[in-house]
């Protein structure tokens, strides 16, 4: 076992102290030799490798980042899509029955302007197909307004 003044270095002198001192004695202290400039070279080209392949990395995952956000953002423009193609196609069937109503009135209005041309009483006018089909009598407010155009002298 050593003395704590052979640790010291108090009584042992320089060798003493240089020989339990904490110091590695391995030549990399200040007194000693170098690391040498390759090796210094070598770890800073490591460590410039290493902050490329991080960098290269940070770019991939900023990459995918914006990929998935665009992903996103198609699937959701699909879904509106999707909403807008079953809003247009019940849209498009309230038109075709819009223009099927309408052409049946169409109708309707021609056989009546032919009827009072012909000087025929409105009472005396056959029910329309469509009216036959739905088993209803017409509106009195019809009648009445065409009661009205023949006495006017059918004009509308």
Do not use: C, W, Y
């Amino acid at each position: 076992m050593a003395k704590l003044s052979d640790i010291f270095g108090r009584k042992g002198g320089a060798a003493g102290a240089d020989k339990f001192a904490g110091r590695p004695q391995n030549g990399n202290s200040n007194g000693g030799d170098h690391i040498s400039i390759e090796n210094l070279s070598d770890v800073g080209s490591r460590m410039g490798e290493e902050n490329e392949v991080l960098r290269n990395l940070l770019t991939d995952t900023g990459r995918k980042i914006s990929e998935l956000d665009d992903l996103k953002r198609v699937e959701d423009l699909n879904s509106a899509l999707q909403r807008e193609r079953m809003e247009r196609a019940v849209v498009e069937g309230a038109l075709e029955a819009a223009r099927k109503d309408n052409s049946r009135l169409q109708s309707e209005v021609a056989a009546l302007r032919s009827t009072l041309r012909r000087g025929a009483p409105l009472d005396d006018m056959p029910v329309p197909p469509a009216e036959a089909a739905n088993d209803e009598a017409p509106p009195k407010g019809k009648r009445a307004k065409s009661t009205e155009l023949s006495e006017a002298g059918g004009k509308a």
